[in-house]
């Protein structure tokens, strides 16, 4: 029998029936020879630190409870682990039961069991003022070790290490089925079940967004938490560290979360499957990795996606049918067990729960609010609920304010278990309540999970990147492995080698292309508006007037910005060249998906110099007014370029003669073909109309009225009806060809005309304006190409070059657009091989550090 322990209020916890592990207790009989003097070899309150020195003795070796500095979970350790003693009591009850039994006294057994529950509420506390003290101690070694004191290199700590191999997975597309099959602690509960207010009493701060009733937490949430010298918090994308400590900086932490989980939720969805990765270290904090998913649902309401029921379904089953991993079931104690939805979930997940850990929140609500305290025994038991648990606890995280701190939760949340009749009746064990016990329970069961584990998942992934290397060997053996990013740099070299290619190009090149494609594109204006107009004036002095003044409109409104687009339009052209040339046996198919992007990107970037047309404009107006041909070879080629010029229109006006008016009659009888009716007409109109021009061979471009009523009516004598508009439209192509005949004629009698031209064509009959004209065209063809050319090579392409670095850098951030634009099995099989290789190297490196530790 114990004594009565009155006087000393003294807490006897839970785990001291499991200390027959560490102590021998045949020993502690012949200590303690008799009931009655027991009371007496107890130590006193005010001299607690000599009852320990004491109780050194009993200890097997190898414990040694003072010889160094420990932390909370090592001296949870040797006495016995809350979390392992909540697994075992829950199935095993206490071995003890059998001595109770023998008490006959009810008086004395519930004496007995008032005591007990002073006893272990005061070894709690004195638990807890221990690991504080050793808490404060472990962070003062860590703050010397981070201010560099010890001169040693810090290595990166283990739960990081691990955190990392998770990131590093969750990006992985596992199309080779290998699947990720490593511990985490899957936090998963009904919506405002209190995950969140869990997770952030674990992690000993407020770091998440709170809303009243309505879905805050949208995405899964991954936290890791590590032991550190500072309250920190950091993302792993971000170097920008959060400091715990302060409001601001806790305020700017739950609103980046809030902002990343609306950023990842797409377009008309409610809930987002990509993970948000946060780092949160501190003292005394327990390691682990956890993921906060959202809650579970049971009806879509108005503002939600149709299908986000079933989405956080898809997440929750997606996380919590890894095999490894430890479901965290987070059940709401003020309201009806029946109303629960997570709890059916987990058990389809994990029906012998042999990974599950069970949380009832809200125990100071439920106390109050329930009529009968055993139900809240029944669910701790396991016994109300259809689902098994590895064990279970009852916390309270606040009074339902969210402006608490961590530390008034945590004060009246051991206010309350000290004064909650739960405790004080044995419905619920001193290590199945508070949070703190919760953490060490969890970090415990976590990392017994992952040594199981581990080793088995790199097994695996080492398999995985055997068979992904043999696919490679047997697929592309004169190949090097290169990933997406590597592909990339490969192909941004190509790229910029070709661009520099265009400065390769001679000014020769530029000049001809430059020269034939604007001629192409003016050569109609200056026929048909110029030259044409001022021919048929058949008058030397109106035919230069009308050139001139046509010429200068043209060169003030038109000219200049056509060449403009004729130079921008050769630069794409010839740049389109050098990018989709393909290089022989070396050209790489595997590139032009993204080779076609940046062409398009930088010709959609690049504009050409505003202050071009300025200048253009003076030079091309100044080259126009020379009328002065200094030689014979000038003169030659002027006349050459007048001919190939008019022979090309006359052939396309003879084009169109053909198909007004059929076939001749060679082709009829050749290829067997006729006439239509309107042909016939058109036919008989040309007829009458060229022996309108062999009448008077210096006729007008246009026919008079009279005349064309004369037409019309010799037609209509031989049986033919046709209006007005025929006979011009028809008239109009018969006299086209007749002129440039005749301009052609002009042509070589012109040849011999320099002689002529050089004495102003004084005393001579012949004049050559029109050659002139061709001349000053061809001039200023020559004189504009050498200009576009010289802004080309000295200006343009450099600043194309500079538009080409800019988007292959924007290319390089856009991780989606490298996806999109470099495909292929190739691409797929050397970004697998090269995760593979990563994760592989990482969980080994894990491996060996876990094996160091332990």
Request: glycine fraction near 4%.
């Given at each position: 029998?114990?004594?009565d322990?009155?006087?000393?209020?003294?807490?006897?916890?839970?785990?001291?029936?499991?200390?027959?592990?560490?102590?021998?207790?045949?020993?502690?009989?012949?200590a303690?020879?008799?009931?009655?003097?027991?009371?007496?070899?107890?130590?006193?309150?005010?001299?607690?630190?000599?009852?320990?020195t004491?109780?050194?003795?009993?200890?097997?070796?190898?414990?040694?409870?003072?010889?160094?500095v420990?932390?909370?979970?090592?001296?949870?350790?040797?006495?016995?682990?809350?979390?392992?003693?909540?697994?075992?009591?829950?199935?095993?009850?206490?071995?003890?039961?059998?001595e109770?039994?023998?008490?006959?006294?009810?008086?004395?057994?519930?004496?007995?069991?008032?005591?007990?529950?002073?006893?272990?509420?005061?070894?709690?506390?004195?638990?807890e003022?221990?690991e504080?003290e050793?808490?404060?101690?472990?962070?003062?070694?860590?703050?010397?070790?981070?201010?560099?004191?010890?001169?040693?290199?810090?290595?990166?700590?283990?739960?990081?290490m691990?955190?990392?191999?998770?990131?590093?997975?969750?990006?992985?597309?596992?199309?080779?089925?290998t699947?990720?099959?490593?511990?985490?602690?899957?936090?998963?509960?009904?919506?405002?079940?209190?995950?969140?207010?869990?997770?952030?009493?674990?992690?000993?701060?407020r770091?998440f967004?709170?809303?009243?009733g309505?879905?805050?937490?949208?995405?899964?949430?991954?936290v890791?938490?590590?032991?550190?010298?500072?309250?920190?918090?950091?993302?792993?994308?971000?170097?920008?560290?959060?400091?715990?400590?302060?409001?601001?900086?806790?305020?700017?932490?739950?609103?980046?979360?809030e902002?990343r989980?609306?950023?990842?939720?797409?377009?008309?969805?409610?809930?987002?499957?990509?993970?948000?990765?946060?780092?949160?270290?501190?003292?005394?904090?327990?390691?682990?990795?956890?993921?906060?998913?959202?809650?579970?649902?049971?009806?879509v309401t108005?503002?939600?996606?149709?299908?986000?029921?079933?989405?956080?379904?898809?997440?929750?089953?997606?996380?919590?049918?890894n095999?490894?991993?430890?479901?965290?079931?987070?059940?709401?104690?003020?309201?009806?067990?029946?109303?629960?939805?997570?709890?059916?979930?987990?058990?389809?997940?994990?029906?012998q729960?042999?990974?599950?850990?069970?949380?009832?929140?809200?125990?100071?609500?439920?106390?109050k609010n329930?009529?009968?305290?055993?139900?809240?025994?029944?669910?701790?038991?396991?016994?109300?609920?259809?689902?098994?648990?590895?064990?279970?606890?009852?916390?309270?995280?606040?009074?339902?304010?969210?402006?608490?701190?961590?530390?008034?939760?945590?004060?009246?949340e051991?206010?309350?278990?000290?004064n909650?009749?739960?405790l004080?009746?044995?419905?619920?064990?001193?290590?199945?309540?508070?949070?703190?016990?919760?953490?060490?329970?969890?970090?415990?069961?976590?990392?017994?999970?992952?040594?199981?584990?581990?080793?088995?998942?790199?097994?695996?992934?080492?398999?995985?990147?055997?068979?992904l290397?043999?696919e490679?060997?047997?697929?592309?053996?004169?190949?090097?492995?290169?990933?997406?990013?590597?592909?990339?740099?490969?192909?941004?070299?190509?790229?910029l080698?070709?661009?520099?290619?265009?400065?390769q190009?001679?000014?020769?090149?530029?000049?001809?292309?430059?020269?034939?494609?604007?001629?192409?594109?003016?050569?109609?204006?200056?026929?048909?508006?110029?030259?044409?107009?001022?021919?048929?004036?058949?008058?030397?002095?109106?035919?230069?007037?009308?050139?001139?003044?046509?010429?200068?409109?043209?060169?003030?409104?038109?000219?200049?910005?056509?060449?403009?687009?004729?130079?921008?339009?050769?630069?794409?052209?010839?740049?389109s060249?050098?990018?989709?040339?393909?290089?022989?046996?070396?050209?790489?198919?595997?590139?032009?998906?993204?080779?076609?992007?940046?062409?398009?990107?930088?010709?959609?970037?690049?504009?050409?110099?505003?202050?071009?047309?300025?200048?253009?404009?003076?030079?091309?107006h100044?080259?126009?007014?020379?009328?002065?041909?200094?030689?014979?070879?000038?003169?030659?080629?002027?006349?050459?370029?007048?001919?190939?010029?008019?022979?090309?229109?006359?052939?396309?006006t003879?084009?169109?003669i053909?198909?007004?008016?059929?076939p001749?009659?060679?082709?009829?009888?050749?290829?067997?073909?006729?006439?239509?009716?309107?042909?016939?007409?058109?036919?008989?109109?040309?007829?009458?109309?060229?022996?309108?021009?062999?009448?008077?061979?210096e006729?007008?471009?246009?026919?008079?009225?009279?005349?064309?009523?004369?037409?019309?009516?010799?037609?209509?004598?031989?049986?033919?009806?046709?209006?007005?508009?025929?006979i011009?439209?028809?008239?109009?192509?018969?006299?086209?060809?007749?002129?440039?005949?005749?301009a052609?004629?002009?042509?070589?009698?012109?040849?011999?005309?320099?002689?002529?031209?050089?004495?102003?064509?004084?005393?001579?009959?012949?004049?050559?304006?029109?050659?002139v004209?061709?001349?000053?065209?061809?001039?200023?063809?020559?004189?504009?190409?050498?200009t576009?050319?010289?802004?080309?090579?000295?200006?343009?392409?450099?600043?194309?070059?500079?538009?080409?670095?800019?988007?292959?850098?924007?290319?390089?951030?856009?991780n989606?657009?490298?996806?999109?634009?470099?495909?292929?099995?190739?691409?797929?099989?050397?970004?697998?091989?090269?995760?593979?290789?990563?994760?592989q190297?990482?969980?080994?490196?894990?491996?060996?550090?876990?094996?160091?530790?332990?």
């Amino acid at each position: 029998m114990m004594p009565d322990l009155d006087e000393y209020k003294w807490i006897v916890p839970d785990f001291i029936w499991e200390l027959d592990e560490h102590l021998d207790f045949e020993k502690i009989i012949k200590a303690l020879p008799d009931a009655d003097d027991l009371a007496k070899l107890l130590p006193d309150f005010d001299k607690i630190g000599e009852s320990f020195t004491s109780l050194k003795g009993f200890f097997s070796p190898g414990y040694n409870l003072v010889s160094e500095v420990i932390g909370a979970s090592d001296l949870l350790l040797l006495l016995g682990s809350p979390g392992e003693t909540a697994f075992r009591a829950t199935d095993q009850g206490y071995d003890n039961d059998k001595e109770y039994k023998k008490v006959s006294d009810k008086e004395k057994i519930d004496q007995l069991q008032e005591e007990l529950l002073r006893t272990q509420l005061k070894y709690q506390r004195m638990l807890e003022r221990l690991e504080k003290e050793n808490k404060e101690l472990r962070k003062l070694v860590l703050q010397r070790d981070d201010k560099g004191i010890h001169q040693r290199k810090l290595k990166k700590s283990l739960i990081d290490m691990y955190s990392e191999v998770l990131d590093i997975l969750s990006d992985y597309d596992a199309s080779y089925n290998t699947q990720d099959h490593l511990p985490r602690v899957v936090v998963v509960g009904d919506q405002s079940a209190g995950k969140t207010s869990v997770l952030e009493m674990i992690a000993q701060a407020r770091i998440f967004p709170r809303g009243s009733g309505e879905m805050m937490t949208r995405s899964p949430v991954k936290v890791t938490l590590s032991e550190g010298p500072h309250h920190v918090a950091l993302f792993k994308d971000s170097s920008r560290e959060f400091d715990l400590t302060k409001e601001e900086d806790l305020a700017a932490l739950r609103n980046e979360i809030e902002i990343r989980m609306r950023n990842s939720v797409k377009e008309g969805c409610t809930v987002s499957t990509e993970t948000i990765s946060l780092s949160v270290k501190g003292p005394g904090l327990q390691r682990m990795v956890l993921v906060d998913l959202p809650g579970v649902i049971s009806t879509v309401t108005s503002g939600m996606a149709p299908d986000t029921k079933e989405t956080i379904f898809s997440i929750s089953k997606a996380y919590m049918q890894n095999p490894n991993a430890i479901i965290l079931c987070i059940q709401d104690g003020s309201v009806d067990a029946e109303r629960s939805i997570v709890t059916d979930l987990v058990s389809q997940m994990d029906p012998q729960g042999k990974r599950t850990i069970f949380v009832l929140t809200k125990v100071d609500l439920a106390e109050k609010n329930t009529a009968s305290p055993s139900r809240i025994q029944q669910i701790i038991e396991g016994k109300l609920f259809p689902m098994k648990a590895l064990g279970y606890f009852a916390v309270v995280t606040g009074k339902g304010n969210s402006s608490e701190s961590i530390e008034s939760i945590k004060e009246y949340e051991e206010e309350f278990f000290q004064n909650s009749k739960l405790l004080k009746t044995c419905m619920l064990k001193a290590h199945q309540v508070t949070t703190k016990n919760l953490s060490l329970a969890v970090s415990d069961c976590f990392w017994k999970m992952v040594r199981e584990s581990v080793e088995q998942q790199a097994d695996a992934f080492k398999a995985t990147r055997f068979n992904l290397e043999t696919e490679w060997k047997n697929n592309y053996p004169r190949l090097r492995e290169l990933d997406r990013n590597e592909l990339f740099e490969k192909a941004k070299n190509e790229i910029l080698d070709e661009v520099i290619s265009l400065t390769q190009v001679t000014p020769k090149h530029w000049e001809e292309i430059l020269q034939k494609t604007l001629w192409e594109r003016v050569s109609t204006h200056v026929i048909e508006n110029i030259y044409l107009p001022a021919a048929q004036t058949m008058n030397s002095g109106t035919f230069n007037t009308t050139v001139d003044i046509k010429l200068k409109q043209w060169t003030d409104k038109q000219l200049p910005n056509k060449a403009v687009e004729v130079a921008w339009e050769t630069l794409q052209e010839e740049f389109s060249r050098f990018m989709t040339e393909q290089k022989g046996k070396e050209h790489d198919d595997i590139f032009d998906k993204l080779k076609q992007a940046v062409k398009e990107e930088t010709i959609k970037r690049h504009k050409w110099n505003e202050r071009a047309e300025d200048s253009l404009r003076v030079i091309q107006h100044n080259a126009l007014e020379d009328r002065s041909i200094s030689d014979k070879q000038q003169w030659d080629a002027a006349i050459h370029f007048m001919e190939e010029t008019l022979q090309s229109r006359l052939k396309d006006t003879e084009s169109v003669i053909e198909d007004m008016v059929g076939p001749d009659w060679k082709k009829r009888w050749l290829y067997w073909i006729g006439r239509t009716k309107e042909q016939n007409i058109r036919n008989e109109t040309r007829n009458e109309l060229e022996k309108l021009i062999k009448c008077n061979e210096e006729h007008a471009a246009y026919l008079a009225n009279d005349e064309v009523t004369t037409v019309r009516k010799n037609l209509e004598a031989r049986g033919v009806t046709v209006d007005s508009c025929l006979i011009k439209d028809t008239w109009h192509q018969i006299y086209r060809r007749y002129f440039l005949k005749t301009a052609l004629n002009h042509c070589n009698l012109c040849r011999r005309g320099f002689y002529y031209y050089q004495r102003h064509f004084v005393d001579s009959e012949l004049e050559c304006n029109d050659i002139v004209l061709f001349w000053r065209i061809q001039r200023m063809l020559a004189i504009t190409a050498n200009t576009l050319r010289q802004q080309l090579t000295n200006t343009e392409v450099r600043r194309l070059e500079k538009n080409v670095k800019e988007v292959l850098e924007d290319f390089a951030e856009d991780n989606e657009k490298k996806v999109k634009l470099l495909t292929g099995k190739r691409v797929q099989l050397a970004e697998d091989l090269k995760k593979v290789r990563e994760i592989q190297e990482k969980l080994e490196a894990f491996i060996e550090a876990l094996h160091q530790e332990k």
